[in-house]
């Protein structure tokens, strides 16, 4: 009996224990210190495991509980915008779930073949983190990838320890997070079995000292060096974000008066702030601009009332970046975009169609093969992805560049790199979030702009339609925020900035030098078992 409760605790209870302390350690539960502790017991559930079935059943459970917790929103999404019954949305949820916890499956049974499960040490637990990076770089880009939920987004919490991002990018604090569950286990395993007293006990605890002394060292003296950079800048700018709070019941069908007059009063009560630069949210004038006659021209009479203000003011117009519906005619039949449009105070000065667009959301994946997948999203697949560009346009006679990404796009740091590094002075994110109403959806969404802002140090505007709308500063520091499913307007000063980080730079290379370092050793592994394997035949054909 006693050892059918042991095996069942070990089998279930500790990846159980593991999936609520990683799903806690996300928001909205603010539970965020578990990060450090959260895959201690799946460890040592799998610490004497050899069975890769096993195993398999070990980490599926403990994958499927966590994305269900982290991603239970998608059902109240499915439900309440796109109608599906609850059993099919519940099926959809798991099944995205299964899917995700199987880069869990691949990481342990991975360890378990390079034989770093078992007995701790520190080499076994740098090796295993570079191998988690490989992982978790590969569910960022395959299938369109899904980086929703990166284990090292936590870490927006601890300062010292985000500024890793602005070197090795969201990997880099997977790497950190990983790196500490290990030493924890290591310390637990070692200690708890009197192991502490055998020799490398202590020469792995230097090690995994100095190396989290590392990460410290480094994250403290960018904040530094970067806080210094801030300081010293004088490229400044007054901001307002509009958040109009239109529900998405009446963004889908399409009440453009309310958006028009929410925006206009807004825009209107903005500018006692004094703004250089307005941002609307995504699609925040629900129509296609300017094709649609009617509610284009009321839409161009706000902007002449701003001018017209701007002059009692006594003060330059501000630019406008707007989010819209857009027709491109360059193509037979024409394509429909989800768009941002720069005013520049004069004119509409340039314009970026989204590139990355949301699966089951604004397109189908593989609709062509399997067309039953149209039924399942929650709005038709008419939206065509556009190129990767930044906005430029002319504010206080000035030349700006902003890099723009709308909604989905800001959880790939993949964008950032590309676009900053062709320029960018500032990051503005627009994005409607209504869909996700009070669930963790917003929060979770706006963590991954704090990790952007310190990916590529630049300040990052976030203007939702619900919340949350936000100034986040290139240090990840939350300046000003709204709350959820209020009309707010967020106003502040920001820097400009044009120095390119290291992530920058070398864009991918540690998550690439991680897959390159798991391919090498796989290979060797693959070289001595077929080896050891050949002599051993030899042996006995003797």
């Not at 069942?8 to 350690?25: D, K, M, Q, R």
């Not at 070990?58 to 269900?68: A, E, S, T």
């Not at 230097?206 to 806080?227: D, E, M, R, T």
């Not at 839409?299 to 009332?305: N, R």
Request: hydrophobic fraction near 50%.
């Amino acid at each position: 009996m006693k050892f059918g409760l042991k095996k069942f605790f070990e089998t279930f209870g500790l990846p159980l224990l593991s999936a609520l302390l990683l799903s806690l350690s996300f928001p909205k539960f603010e539970l965020q210190i578990l990060i450090f502790f959260a895959l201690v017991p799946l460890f040592f559930s799998l610490k004497d495991e050899k069975s890769s079935a096993h195993i398999f059943q070990k980490v599926i459970f403990f994958g499927v509980l966590h994305y269900v917790i982290l991603l239970y929103w998608i059902v109240y999404t499915l439900i309440k915008y796109g109608q599906i019954p609850l059993p099919v949305s519940i099926f959809l949820l798991l099944l995205l779930s299964a899917y995700l916890s199987l880069y869990w499956v691949l990481f342990f049974l991975l360890l378990n073949f390079l034989n770093l499960l078992g007995h701790p040490t520190f080499w076994k637990g740098f090796l295993a983190s570079l191998i988690f990076v490989s992982i978790e770089f590969l569910r960022s880009v395959l299938l369109t990838g899904f980086p929703w939920g990166l284990i090292g987004y936590p870490l927006t919490n601890f300062p010292t320890l985000l500024q890793i991002a602005d070197l090795l990018g969201i990997w880099g604090l997977s790497l950190v997070v990983f790196i500490i569950n290990y030493f924890f286990y290591f310390v637990f395993e070692r200690v708890g079995n009197y192991q502490h007293l055998r020799k490398g006990f202590y020469l792995d605890l230097l090690f995994f000292g100095v190396l989290i002394g590392a990460f410290l060292i480094y994250g403290q003296g960018s904040f530094n060096l970067w806080k210094r950079t801030l300081e010293t800048s004088r490229e400044v700018l007054r901001v307002s974000l509009l958040q109009g709070n239109i529900p998405q019941e009446l963004k889908e069908a399409r009440e453009t008066e309310i958006s028009l007059k929410t925006y206009e009063n807004l825009t209107l009560q903005s500018l006692k702030d004094f703004p250089d630069l307005i941002v609307y949210p995504e699609t925040a004038l629900p129509f296609y601009f300017p094709y649609e006659k009617e509610p284009s021209l009321k839409f161009l009479a706000t902007l002449e009332k701003v001018k017209a203000y701007s002059e009692d003011l006594k003060i330059s117009p501000p630019a406008i970046i707007f989010g819209t519906f857009r027709v491109s005619f360059e193509k037979n039949p024409p394509l429909v975009h989800n768009s941002l449009l720069v005013w520049n105070g004069k004119e509409i000065e340039d314009l970026y169609d989204k590139e990355k667009l949301v699966p089951f959301g604004e397109y189908v994946p593989l609709a062509q093969y399997f067309p039953f997948l149209k039924k399942i999203s929650v709005v038709s697949d008419i939206i065509k992805p556009g190129i990767s560009k930044n906005l430029q346009f002319k504010l206080k006679e000035k030349k700006i560049e902003v890099l723009p990404l709308i909604c989905f796009e800001s959880a790939f740091p993949q964008i950032l790199v590309k676009r900053l590094k062709s320029g960018g002075d500032l990051v503005v994110i627009a994005t409607n979030d209504a869909w996700f109403d009070k669930t963790s959806a917003p929060y979770q969404h706006f963590q991954m702009a704090i990790v952007r802002a310190v990916e590529g140090r630049r300040f990052v505007l976030q203007a939702a339609n619900t919340g949350i709308t936000g100034i986040i500063d290139p240090l990840g520091r939350v300046i000003k925020k709204s709350d959820l499913e209020r009309e707010e307007i967020v106003s502040g000063e920001i820097k400009l900035l044009h120095k390119k980080t290291p992530f920058v730079k070398i864009g991918y290379l540690f998550p690439i030098f991680s897959l390159f370092v798991t391919f090498l050793w796989l290979i060797t592994k693959f070289y001595a078992y077929f080896i050891l394997k050949a002599k051993y035949f030899r042996s006995k054909s003797l």
